[in-house]
């Protein structure tokens, strides 16, 4: 620790350790990587990073998922051996000396047996395994300085998860909690409002989850909106339309429906499969008005893009969209949701109502917007001040820098 005090004395920067595999990761990116401008970040490696590497390898030849990775994704022990001044994960823990700090999503320690606990109606009863304890063990002590809840939904999770376990770790956890919402530079100076009667009104979806995103009912509401009642709209989606095991429940049979659509409508609709992050920005500055009707999201950093482009975006009322899309910046379809904010999707009939939800309120909301398309600058302005009053990349900074310096006492 006096090694660190005294490489700090000598005006080098501070070293930040990132796991090697997650440099390039989109959410490390937006998160840690550069966030601190005096900071230097460097590659580090870990036991379970080599488990990790050697499981995928073995997945790899016997092509199918023999060996689960989520748990190896999560957890981190280098034996000190990396020189860094701390280390900061994204959803991750450490059971190192090293000091170190986790962004996390939803809670920590994110296993794969905790991770779902917040979904459906009733929470499941957990028992404290030697896994769990050494993970909380891990975030009480010393080593760890802070956990960074993305959001008060996150944070309320975590509080929720740590209810049912010992105080003995859990207040020292909920000692180093803070809420840290995610930095966003805005993307234009001012709102410039357009003539919405001479031009079609545009909206514009970007999510790799197509079907989690509200695809599906994004276009069968724009579809009978455009193809039987002629209303003026365009339509801009940049997904790959990648299928995910939950939340909506997606086949390849969806997958090929949603690709007949995208093509018989042409017309009226751009699909991108994939595109790089600023033409994707170009776009949304050209757009409108936004869409994440979202069946299931723990954040939801496209609507930031889009709201620091000038443009309110439409969503659902889960998880923490209500916290960063209030009814002033944006809008809200209320859906079916337990106590903790999560839509409920884990039966039949319950992704049969949340559809029915999001496709009418969606509905409804185009609806009144293709009405009053003045509305569309008035939130579009106000969606842009809460990008610069509530994500502010140097409060962000600084935010994090009184939190890393607790590494150096």
């Avoid at 809200?332 to 999560?342: A, D, F, M, R, S």
């Amino acid at each position: 620790m006096l090694e660190r005090k005294d490489q700090q004395s000598q005006n080098k920067p501070m070293i930040v350790g990132v796991l090697a595999y997650r440099m390039d990761f989109y959410t490390n990116k937006r998160l840690i990587i550069g966030k601190l401008p005096e900071a230097e970040y460097v590659p580090v490696r870990d036991w379970y990073s080599f488990q990790r590497w050697l499981a995928l390898k073995v997945n790899r030849v016997v092509g199918k998922p023999l060996i689960n990775t989520f748990n190896l994704n999560n957890q981190f022990e280098d034996f000190d051996l990396n020189r860094v001044d701390v280390l900061h994960f994204s959803n991750g823990i450490s059971y190192g000396r090293t000091p170190w700090v986790s962004s996390f999503e939803t809670i920590l320690p994110r296993f794969s047996h905790l991770v779902t606990r917040h979904q459906g109606k009733e929470k499941p009863e957990l028992s404290l395994d030697d896994h769990t304890r050494r993970g909380l063990e891990a975030l009480a002590g010393k080593a760890c300085l802070r956990i960074l809840a993305w959001s008060q939904a996150s944070a309320r999770m975590e509080r929720d998860l740590l209810a049912d376990f010992p105080s003995e770790y859990t207040q020292a956890i909920l000692d180093k909690m803070q809420v840290l919402h995610p930095p966003q530079e805005p993307l234009v100076e001012a709102v410039e409002p357009r003539d919405y009667h001479n031009e079609p009104l545009r909206f514009m979806l970007v999510g790799a989850a197509f079907f989690r995103k509200g695809g599906r009912e994004i276009l069968q509401t724009f579809e009978k909106l455009v193809r039987q009642e002629g209303l003026p709209l365009r339509l801009i989606i940049v997904s790959a339309l990648r299928l995910e095991p939950y939340a909506a429940h997606e086949t390849e049979a969806d997958a090929a429906w949603a690709k007949q659509k995208l093509s018989e409508n042409a017309d009226w609709i751009e699909w991108y499969p994939q595109l790089p992050n600023a033409e994707v920005l170009e776009l949304l500055k050209q757009a409108d008005v936004g869409l994440l009707p979202s069946y299931a999201d723990t954040y939801g950093l496209s609507v930031l893009e889009a709201q620091a482009c000038g443009k309110p975006v439409i969503t659902t009322d889960i998880r923490a969209l209500p916290e960063i899309n209030p009814e002033t910046a944006g809008w809200l379809i209320k859906v079916p949701k337990n106590e903790l904010g999560e839509a409920l999707y884990t039966t039949p009939e319950e992704r049969s109502e949340l559809s029915n939800a999001i496709q009418t309120g969606l509905e409804a909301i185009v609806r009144s917007i293709f009405d009053d398309p003045s509305q569309i600058a008035i939130k579009g302005a106000a969606a842009l001040a809460r990008i610069r009053q509530q994500h502010d990349p140097q409060m962000y900074a600084d935010a994090l820098q009184q939190i890393y310096r607790l590494a150096l006492k």
